[in-house]
């Protein structure tokens, strides 16, 4: 059982839009603490999509954006193209347990 | 360019002690900008960060709740890497291993895109 729960899967035609969530408590994303969005394409290792909630490290594509609301965040890809098909996962800080923690992961399938 | 390259057994016993130690180059050890991480991947656990070595004028570690009792994580300044040390393995241990480069500018603490090729570690007897 994750800390930060995410929906297992989410699908999309190309071109359209689709949000995964993240959902955290007060002590962590409801804390303020940062959340972090990492792109894992099969049989890579995760890439780092958002950080701080909403911005973009150089080269990723504006079609990826990032925002939070009380104690959940949330990733919005739009456009969606076939090479978005990954899995998509949230990681902040808890401070219960004074470390950083994952989503379990979301599976986009772009139909 | 940031290279890690991770080096270590990938089949043990249970209760035997998992080590791995991972190379760094293109970035030091003890930069003030860093924290080098371990994280580890398996199908039931998802993704797990388990600890992190940094240096800000003295050396720190931080371990994850779930492992404190069996890390250890320690930088080798002379050669320019750092390890991972779990003890007592058990099944449940099975994952494959990430040695990462934390990024850190005192604002923002993320992990980058320097993850070491991973090491697929089997715990079974």
């Known amino acids: 059982q994750s800390v930060l729960t995410q929906p297992p899967s989410v699908s999309g035609a190309r071109g359209q839009r689709v949000t995964i969530s993240c959902t955290g408590s007060s002590s962590n994303i409801g804390a303020n603490h940062d959340v972090h969005w990492y792109q894992q394409l099969p049989g890579t290792v995760p890439k780092l999509l958002i950080y701080g909630y909403s911005n973009r490290p150089s080269g990723v594509p504006d079609r990826f954006s990032g925002s939070k609301s009380g104690t959940s965040a949330s990733l919005a890809i739009t456009g969606l193209q076939a090479e978005d098909e990954a899995d998509y996962y949230c990681q902040s800080y808890d401070r219960r347990l004074s470390g950083w923690v994952f989503g379990g992961g979301t599976k986009l399938t772009v139909l | 360019q940031v290279q890690l390259q991770q080096s270590g057994p990938g089949l043990l016993k249970p209760s035997q002690t998992l080590s791995l130690t991972c190379a760094i180059s293109g970035d030091s050890v003890s930069s003030n900008s860093a924290a080098w991480n371990w994280i580890r991947q398996s199908p039931s656990r998802g993704l797990e960060w388990l600890g992190r070595?940094?240096?800000?004028?003295?050396?720190?570690?931080d371990y994850a709740v779930s492992v404190k009792s069996r890390i250890t994580i320690k930088p080798d300044t002379s050669r320019n890497q750092f390890s991972l040390q779990l003890n007592s393995v058990t099944p449940e241990d099975t994952a494959v291993y990430y040695c990462?480069?934390?990024?850190?500018?005192?604002?923002?603490?993320?992990?980058?895109?320097?993850w070491g090729q991973g090491t697929l570690v089997t715990v079974s007897s």
């Open positions: 070595t940094y240096y800000r004028s003295k050396w720190y570690n």
């Open positions: 990462v480069k934390g990024f850190d500018d005192g604002v923002y603490y993320y992990f980058d895109d320097n």
